[in-house]
Antibody
Framework: QVQVVESGGGVVQRGGSLRLSCAAS????????MHWVRQAPGKGMEWITL????????YYADSVKGRFTISIDNSRTTLYLQMNSLRDEDTAVYYC??????????WGQGTLVTVSS | QSALTQPPSASGSPGQAITISCTGT?????????VSWYQHHPGKAPKLMIY???QRPSGVPDRFSGSKSGNTASLTVSGLQAEDEADYFC??????????FGGGTKLTVL
């Protein structure tokens, strides 16, 4: 069964760092990419980053560019999101999802990141 | 404020049909046939229901259908069932490897 499980969320101080993981089972990450998407409390989803072509291409939303880094392991079964210089507005549930025909498939249940002052 | 506009709520009785709208601009919904719809039961993983405006992934009932006119995409759920009660949100490709989402619509089955 194709599924992903996110982990690594927690409470972190403003300005701190956190690394999220997304483990795939039943498939290897497709070459057309894997995304991270987040949902802040009471808000809609926000796309934040995409990695594709085995990690050679990476794209970021302006809100996280220069602070967040997406990567994958060599086996293409674990996706990471390194988050630095965290801000209050980064508080959200973070989801990974597979790119599927310019949409998002095989979402996980998400992992909650809370930035505390 | 989400980039795509959805009504916050919708409701219908079992067996009825409801339509949820998703309004964007010529830079996203109107510019690409890459609108997707998702069903999200709180605390669970969102599920892709429609992609490329009208396409259903395998396993999604044909009671779910999608369409688009200009800058507005729509999701129609026919023959409402109790298990359809969930949050529904849309996404659209917006060019330059960037995606936007709607704020979500809470569907209540009366």
């Amino acid at each position: 069964q194709v599924q992903v499980v996110e982990s690594g969320g927690g409470v972190v101080q403003r300005g701190g760092s956190l690394r999220l993981s997304c483990a795939a089972s039943g498939f290897r990450f497709p070459r057309n990419g894997m995304h991270w998407v987040r949902q802040a409390p009471g808000k809609g989803m926000e796309w934040i980053t995409l990695i594709r072509e085995g990690g050679t291409q990476r794209y970021y939303a302006d809100s996280v560019k220069g602070r967040f880094t997406i990567s994958i392991d060599n086996s293409r079964t674990t996706l990471y999101l390194q988050m630095n210089s965290l801000r209050d507005e980064d508080t959200a549930v973070y989801y990974c999802a597979k790119d599927f025909n310019w949409g998002f498939d095989s979402w996980g249940q998400g992992t909650l990141v809370t930035v505390s002052s | 404020q989400s980039a795509l506009t959805q009504p916050p709520s919708a409701s219908g009785s079992p067996g009825q049909a409801i339509t949820i709208s998703c309004t964007g601009t010529t830079s996203d919904v109107g510019g690409y046939n890459y609108v997707s719809w998702y069903q999200h039961h709180p605390g669970k993983a969102p599920k892709l229901m429609i992609y490329e405006v009208t396409q259903r992934p395998s396993g999604v009932p044909d009671r779910f259908s999608g369409s688009k006119s200009g800058n507005t995409a729509s999701l129609t759920v026919s023959g409402l069932q109790a298990e359809d009660e969930a949050d529904y949100f849309c996404s659209s490709y917006a060019g330059s490897r960037y995606w936007v989402f709607g704020g979500g619509t809470k569907l209540t089955v009366l």
